[in-house]
């Protein structure tokens, strides 16, 4: 089954020129508020829907206590088959958690799917996936091929706009960063109305 995309990157729609009418929602009441808004639920359901599928996904190989973040973690420390220390792995989470991502790299590294490993200095520990972590990461990749991309694979121009969408995001993460650093040098603002 095919489905059929109503636009291609550069033909985007736009609350004006698909005739939704800004809500009276308190966090939208202008179409860029709206269209703010709908992307932002929109991202928080595909993260419900996202740790789902990795839950099942977890859960077939008989994981069920990895979590999905630790899974991830997993996956950073195979990317390019290079030990990695865990401010790196946070850096390419965009995680600010470091004593977190230590947590689960010791729990990783207890489940024996991580170990350590010496950086050219021998100064610095970092990790590295085991032979069985890299086979869970292979079976989650295989499960992920068959259940997920398989489905993607039927969308009109999926990899187009895939990349599109990637690019917007990576875009809005780096907006929405810059205002949790900007809204550090403020003080609260008074929302309290005169009346």
Request: hydrophobic fraction near 40%; proline fraction near 2%.
């Amino acid at each position: 089954m095919t489905v059929n995309a109503k636009w291609a990157p550069g033909e985007e729609p736009t609350l004006a020129n698909t005739g939704s009418a800004v809500t009276g929602w308190h966090l939208a009441l202008t179409s860029l508020e709206a269209a703010t808004t709908e992307f932002e639920w929109a991202m928080l359901r595909w993260r419900e829907a996202f740790d789902r599928y990795n839950r099942q996904a977890l859960n077939m190989l008989g994981l069920a206590t990895v979590s999905i973040p630790e899974m991830s973690i997993l996956h950073i420390v195979r990317l390019h088959d290079r030990a990695k220390p865990a401010s790196m792995i946070a850096n390419l989470l965009n995680r600010d958690d470091v004593q977190n991502i230590q947590y689960s790299l010791r729990k990783l590294m207890g489940l024996k799917l991580i170990q350590k490993a010496k950086d050219g200095s021998g100064k610095n520990s970092n990790v590295e996936v085991t032979d069985k972590g890299r086979q869970v990461c292979d079976e989650v990749a295989n499960i992920r091929r068959q259940l997920l991309i398989e489905q993607i694979a039927q969308l009109e121009n999926g990899e187009a706009r895939l990349l599109f969408t990637a690019k917007t995001v990576s875009m809005m993460i780096g907006l929405y960063d810059e205002a949790g650093r900007v809204s550090t040098g403020y003080m609260a603002l008074d929302t309290s109305s005169d009346e």
